[in-house]
């Protein structure tokens, strides 16, 4: 299997509403990552999971919240969002953190906040 | 931290022409540049990427060139076709925590 899965593919949810993203990889990769995409912009880093552990948290607000389960999981909970955190949001998942390496993109959730 | 400009943002070409687009990065320690693809609605696809210790890469029609002196590197397509078009990102990255440090993104259209 050479493909990062998320799940839902698209999410409609209310500024009160707890939901969460879900992301799996079994590439066997130990580094796993949360980005956020606007319309017609790069994709934004938020969270890095390297080997299970939290290595790197973008400043993001506490409204996200990252969980690495196991190696081949990575969920990001959402509660009290605000509207402009409509936007893509992207998995990736690589080999690990700690060199260079190949990122491989899953195809996202597309979560709209009213 | 590592800035990543790129240019132009948008691109368009006619079917068969070669596409340039080229990037910038300030961080000297950077030593990692993928270029990624994404398609309307699609995921990002890494289409070529290459390490500080090669000056060129080629794959079929895309190439990538990398100047460490001027910190520079470019993506070229040849032979273009309506498949290429999308929107075209590079990036940089560093030999530990593989943060990637994404360019603006380049719109390619590919005129038939």
């Known amino acids: 299997d050479t493909e990062v899965t998320q799940t839902p593919k698209h999410l409609v949810m209310g500024m009160t509403n707890k939901k969460s993203l879900k992301c799996e990889q079994h590439?066997?990769?130990?580094?796993m990552y949360w980005y956020k995409q606007k319309a017609k912009k790069p994709p934004e880093l938020m969270f890095v999971?390297?080997?299970?552990?939290?290595?790197i948290n973008e400043s993001v607000p506490s409204r996200f919240s990252p969980e690495c389960p196991n190696s081949s999981l990575l969920n990001l909970h959402l509660h009290a969002l605000q509207p402009e955190d409509s936007a893509l949001y992207l998995c990736?998942?690589?080999?690990?953190?700690?060199?260079?390496?190949?990122?491989?993109f899953g195809p996202g959730t597309r979560l709209l906040v009213l | 931290g590592e800035n990543v400009e790129q240019h132009p943002s948008t691109l368009s070409v006619q079917e068969g022409d070669s596409a340039v687009i080229k990037c910038t990065y300030s961080?000297?320690?950077?030593?990692?540049f993928p270029w990624y693809k994404q398609e309307l609605g699609k995921r990002p696809q890494l289409i070529i990427d290459i390490r500080s210790n090669v000056g060129e890469k080629k794959d079929q029609r895309i190439a990538v060139t990398l100047n460490k002196t001027a910190k520079h590197f470019s993506l070229h397509i040849t032979e273009t076709q309506p498949e290429d078009s999308a929107v075209y990102f590079c990036?940089?990255?560093?030999?530990?925590?593989?943060?990637?440090?994404f360019g603006t993104g380049t719109s390619l259209t590919v005129i038939p």
């Open positions: 590439m066997g990769h130990r580094a």
């Open positions: 990036a940089a990255s560093k030999n530990t925590g593989n943060q990637f440090y």
């Open positions: 999971y390297s080997y299970e552990k939290l290595s």
């Open positions: 990736a998942s690589s080999q690990d953190s700690l060199r260079w390496e190949t990122q491989y």
């Open positions: 961080d000297s320690a950077s030593n990692y």
